[in-house]
């Protein structure tokens, strides 16, 4: 039972998916079970992510509907079970896109949780909990689940601020930490958007040298006001080839079908790191095998972050400022806020208020 005398809801109100094509409709639909290890929040922002379009468009395989998305959640903490001690009522708290993994597996005994390789995982949305109810995400007024994947929000940071820390932060920070970026790197950020904004900040503020590579030229302002100290145009072949063999780092957070990978991998100095997180719905084709073996280049991806990750990447943003730029929408105008991020307006993180 919960350490709190409030009474437990049994559902959530939420925006759900009902199928591909479809606008979000609101409903009523069932929190899981409260169990000893569970936290509820009463949601205040929930970020959206492109997760979330891919799920509520089948993309990255069957959706089940109805489906409440939305995994970069905040909120203020209403009840907490018996087992929770990191947490208590009334703390202001946040989660991401996992809330569960099995803890038995050599993954998560070594703080990996990430990629626990069960498949016992739960996933924010579009996942089941071990009892087998149905997980939703935070499109919602509430949100329940496992005091593990929860974390408090530093006293200097806003709901609004940290909700699009639990993914897209998260996401771009766990690599760049993992492959080693520091003072004397010299990082390549491809796509300033959601995820690319967090890129540059993370790494200038790792003390490395930070490169845009962009498509077009109309995003050079805001990369040397995010810490760039230099923007190439991708599709000017003259460009690239002035950095060849400069990067210690590549972070490709937008790729396309067409992604022109011996030009992208060129840009890499020998030994040099290139880290997939923008994750493509087809497959990937057409990566030079001599070019990754001539260069010993390291080509890798990452997913999300484990809890260690996440509580590292808070208490690093609250230390050197590292935020996102976001706009706010009311959660009652979510199919307006969604209408508006498949047409590219964020600029760079959307998120909705309860």
Not at 186 to 211: N, P, T
Not at 318 to 336: D, L, R
């Amino acid at each position: 039972m919960p350490s709190s005398n409030e009474n437990i809801p049994k559902n959530l109100n939420g925006w759900a998916a009902t199928g591909k094509g479809k606008q979000l409709e609101n409903m009523e639909l069932p929190l899981k079970t409260f169990q000893d290890n569970d936290v509820d929040m009463k949601i205040t922002h929930c970020g959206i992510c492109g997760s979330d379009i891919h799920t509520i468009d089948s993309g990255w395989g069957p959706t089940n509907y109805p489906c409440v998305v939305g995994h970069e959640i905040t909120g203020v903490c209403t009840a907490v079970g018996k087992n929770v001690t990191h947490i208590k009522v009334g703390d202001r708290i946040g989660v991401g896109a996992q809330s569960g993994s099995c803890g038995q597996c050599d993954d998560c005994k070594s703080g990996h949780e990430n990629t626990c390789s069960s498949g016992k995982s739960t996933f924010t949305y579009n996942s089941k909990w071990p009892t087998g109810e149905e997980a939703y995400g935070g499109y919602a007024d509430k949100w329940r689940g496992h005091s593990n994947f929860v974390f408090k929000i530093p006293d200097n940071m806003s709901n609004e601020i940290a909700a699009t820390f639990f993914c897209a932060g998260v996401t771009t920070y766990a690599p760049l930490k993992r492959y080693n970026v520091t003072k004397g790197s010299k990082v390549g950020v491809i796509g300033i958007g959601g995820l690319g904004h967090f890129a540059v900040q993370w790494a200038k503020a790792m003390g490395a040298e930070v490169v845009a590579l962009s498509h077009s030229d109309k995003k050079r302002g805001d990369a040397a006001q995010l810490g760039c100290s230099d923007y190439v145009v991708t599709s000017n072949k003259d460009e690239m080839k002035q950095h060849t063999s400069s990067l210690t780092h590549i972070i490709c957070t937008a790729y396309s079908t067409h992604f022109d990978w011996p030009a992208n991998l060129s840009l890499l100095k020998t030994n040099g790191t290139f880290i997939l997180v923008g994750l493509p719905e087809a497959p990937m084709s057409g990566i030079p095998a001599g070019l990754l073996a001539m260069k010993q280049i390291t080509l890798c991806g990452s997913i999300i972050g484990s809890p260690s990750d996440i509580q590292e990447m808070l208490d690093f943003a609250a230390k050197t400022g590292v935020k996102p730029w976001i706009q706010k929408y009311p959660m009652s105008e979510v199919n307006k806020a969604i209408e508006d991020f498949r047409e590219g307006k964020p600029r760079y993180r959307f998120v909705l208020e309860n």
